[in-house]
Nanobody, 129 residues
């Protein structure tokens, strides 16, 4: 059974930094695209980033210049480095994965297994002002 295991997250003050990591438990072409989504209470699910095994990278405009995503295909891991965090970045962050070029649509709620095959357990990011 393929699983996505997330690590990182926590609480920081505004302006602080955090790093999230997501590892696929075993290689599968069905996880060629890996994405980060987030959802705050009362808000819809929001796309943060997409990393394709082929190098395709998408970063949401709202976090460009502050969030940086990297991927290590040898370790089946994607890392989200977040700097200069703002209170509006506070949310539960979810790692997701699906086949190549499958990611782009943003569901209203995350996780959404009807839209993407694999999801992590979610990790809380809290940013205090």
């Amino acid at each position: 059974e393929v699983r996505l295991v997330e690590s990182g997250g926590g609480s920081v003050q505004a302006g602080g930094s955090l790093t999230l990591s997501c590892t696929v438990s075993e290689y599968t072409y069905l996880a060629d695209d890996m994405g980060w989504f987030r959802q705050a209470p009362g808000n819809k699910c929001e796309l943060v980033s997409i990393s394709g095994r082929n190098g395709r990278t998408v970063i949401a405009e709202s976090v460009k210049g502050r969030f940086f995503v990297s991927r290590d295909n040898t370790k089946n891991t994607v890392t989200l480095r977040m700097i200069n965090l703002k209170p509006e970045d506070a949310a539960v962050y979810y790692c997701s994965a699906d086949s190549r070029n499958a990611m782009g649509y943003v569901p209203d709620q995350c996780p959404s297994y009807g839209d993407y095959r694999y999801w992590g357990q979610g990790t809380q990011v809290t940013v205090s002002s």
